[in-house]
């Protein structure tokens, strides 16, 4: 079955760096887009990045030149590098396998999905 398990997350004080990484096992990772999905803490969900099968990325306008997003379809990882954090970053950061280009590229309607999602790693950016 599909599986997406989320890390690097974690505490940083602002304008500090994270990189999180989503390994995925269960079907074919080369063949679908990925997307990065947050939710902060009282608020809904919110597409972050996302990234074609093919390696072009997509990002969500507050992140644009902060966040990069790439994946190794031979290690079967996808990755999000964040670079000059902001408070407001701070959210559960969730891994997704996209079934549509849509989801992919923030032009769907998100909620959760267990089998499509993994289970969040959490970033908090505070001093």
């Known amino acids: 079955q599909v599986q997406l398990v989320e890390s690097g997350g974690g505490l940083v004080q602002p304008g500090g760096s994270l990189r999180l990484s989503c390994e995925a096992s269960g079907f074919t990772f080369a063949s679908y887009w990925m997307y990065w999905v947050r939710q902060a803490p009282g608020k809904g969900l919110e597409w972050v990045s996302g990234?074609?099968?093919?390696?072009?990325?997509y990002y969500e306008v507050s992140v644009k030149d902060r966040f990069t997003i790439s994946r190794d379809n031979a290690k079967n990882i996808v990755y999000l590098q964040m670079n000059n954090l902001k408070p407001e970053d701070t959210a559960l950061y969730y891994c997704a396998r996209a079934l549509t280009a849509a989801q992919a590229t923030g032009h769907a309607t998100y909620s959760r999905d267990d089998t499509n999602w993994g289970r969040g790693t959490q970033v908090t950016v505070s001093s």
């Open positions: 990234i074609s099968a093919d390696m072009s990325p």
